[in-house]
């Protein structure tokens, strides 16, 4: 059986359709701003989420206080030195331990000046987390591996030479002959930035920046990931046994932190994108209001022949409604376009966009649209159903 309100509801749309379909346009810029900036955030986080579980076998260890070295020429020193390298091998057991030295610097390709990391490893741990994609490993002393952002930036191919340092007339600068081009990694939990780095052989490393018995940073990679916290467990009764002289991090750690802020901020996004539904809100009630005013003599004909006031409240409801499911509808639409544009745009990569988690913030953001729609018809509809019949039937 057919609704008579419903079908009065209608008409009112049909009548007032450019009015009705402008009110509805900010309905969908709404759930567009929403939807968009909801699944942008979460490609964001699983794209991240899954270039850092490829290291979780990993634990990084960074020194937590600065030193005073005790050599000749005294001077200050932040890194793990041989004692504490020790501790770490005798706690770490089977896995393995690597060490790492690394800095930030200029470099000169061809003509070109840019900056990055040089990383000092040892050549045969360099398998052991990194992929070479063109070339081979270091082998001779000036040998070098490039990451792929490097590559890719500077036009470098297998022979291409590197100037390290600044640029300066009166002082012969270091010259790195390219032995590899490394595969883009991407996002790392390791602490090792290998698409912009320079990787050397930590004999050459040190013999240009020193610092040969103290490292950045080490590395224990784990041969069962189950055991990751009985070793971190092990490394911090060594090594920290007296005071707190290394941080140990690992991948579900740094995870969790960089996953709860892009939430942070996809949800902070999200909030900006929820404004033009308030404006949204603002026109579907004037919208609603000029509907009631325009249609007071009706509402006093329905009221005197005996329509209780629920029935009124209902007519003016389904107006709101029917304004919202336009709009959401047509922005559900639009935010599957648009969002897919974005993500690609944003980060280069769909891979994660028709997930579940994705996709979700469609329905999201279609359901907010349609709510905030009815909820700003309750007022007009409240105050239609309780209009006097003979005051409005008087209207003119």
């Not at 002289?245 to 969790?256: E, F, G, K, T």
């Not at 949204?280 to 329509?307: D, Y």
């Amino acid at each position: 059986m057919r609704d008579i309100f419903f079908d009065l509801s209608v008409r009112s749309v049909r009548l007032n359709f450019l009015r009705s379909l402008l009110a509805s346009i900010g309905i969908v810029i709404g759930v567009v701003a929403i939807s968009s900036m909801g699944m942008l955030g979460t490609n964001m986080q699983l794209s991240v989420k899954d270039q850092l579980s490829s290291n979780v076998n990993t634990v990084m260890l960074t020194s937590d206080v600065v030193k005073v070295s005790t050599s000749a020429n005294s001077s200050v020193e932040n890194g793990i030195d041989l004692s504490e390298l020790n501790d770490i091998k005798s706690s770490a057991g089977q896995n393995q331990v690597v060490t790492i030295h690394h800095t930030s610097t200029q470099f000169t390709i061809g003509s070109t000046n840019g900056r990055g990391t040089v990383y000092g490893l040892n050549p045969n741990d360099i398998p052991k987390f990194l992929t070479i994609d063109q070339g081979s490993n270091i082998q001779g002393g000036n040998d070098a591996l490039v990451g792929a952002t490097i590559a890719s930036n500077f036009n470098m191919g297998i022979g291409s030479s590197i100037k390290i340092g600044q640029n300066c007339a009166t002082i012969v600068r270091p010259v790195l002959r390219v032995a590899g081009i490394l595969a883009a990694r991407g996002i790392a939990s390791d602490g090792v930035n290998a698409d912009n780095a320079i990787i050397v052989s930590d004999d050459w490393y040190t013999t240009h920046f020193g610092d040969k018995d103290v490292y950045d940073q080490v590395n224990v990679i784990l041969q069962d990931v189950d055991t990751i916290n009985q070793t971190e467990a092990n490394i911090d009764k060594k090594v920290n046994r007296n005071t707190d002289v290394i941080r140990i991090s690992d991948a579900s750690s740094r995870l969790s932190t960089i996953t709860s802020t892009l939430g942070t901020i996809t949800t902070f996004i999200m909030a900006i994108g929820g404004i033009s539904l308030v404006v949204a809100a603002v026109s579907i009630f004037n919208v609603m209001m000029m509907s009631v005013k325009e249609r007071v003599q009706e509402i006093g004909i329905l009221l005197s022949i005996g329509t209780e006031k629920g029935e009124v409240r209902r007519m003016f409801l389904y107006e709101a409604l029917i304004l919202g499911l336009i709009g959401a509808i047509v922005g559900g639409l639009m935010s599957f376009i648009i969002g897919y544009t974005v993500v690609q745009a944003m980060i280069g990569s769909t891979a994660y966009f028709f997930l579940p988690e994705s996709l979700i913030y469609i329905p999201y953001g279609m359901i907010i649209g349609v709510v905030v729609c009815v909820v700003s018809g309750l007022y007009p509809a409240w105050m239609a159903s309780n209009m006097d019949p003979i005051d409005a039937l008087r209207n003119e």
